[in-house]
């Protein structure tokens, strides 16, 4: 019966993948990979940073408007653009900022 936690493990370890690579393909057709990364520092903060700096917060409401109006100064002086729907789709961004927040 060990073959369930191996099976189940590799299972979330798809899924958390294929949710990835879903949002990677909006973000990257936004623009947003341009600037951030998962793990590193580009222009912009990357999303483990993100997640870090927003941990046991309920966040994703406050990203997503900062996302659509832009601005600057949480994570340094270099602006971030604003990205309205026509860049990313509400259904898009909600899945980025949450999977984001989960880094």
Not at 14 to 34: I, L, R, S, V
Not at 75 to 87: L, R, S
């Amino acid at each position: 019966m060990k073959i369930t936690p191996i099976i189940a493990a590799a299972s979330l370890a798809w899924a958390a993948t294929g949710a990835w690579a879903n949002t990677d393909e909006a973000m990257t057709k936004a623009g947003c990979m341009a600037c951030h990364a998962k793990d590193k520092k580009l222009v912009g903060p990357s999303f483990k940073d993100i997640a870090v700096k927003y941990k046991g917060q309920d966040a994703t409401a406050k990203l997503m408007e900062k996302v659509r109006k832009g601005g600057s100064g949480v994570f340094g002086p270099v602006p971030m653009a604003p990205n309205p729907p026509d860049k990313i789709s509400d259904t898009d961004l909600k899945a980025a900022v949450e999977l984001i927040l989960k880094s």
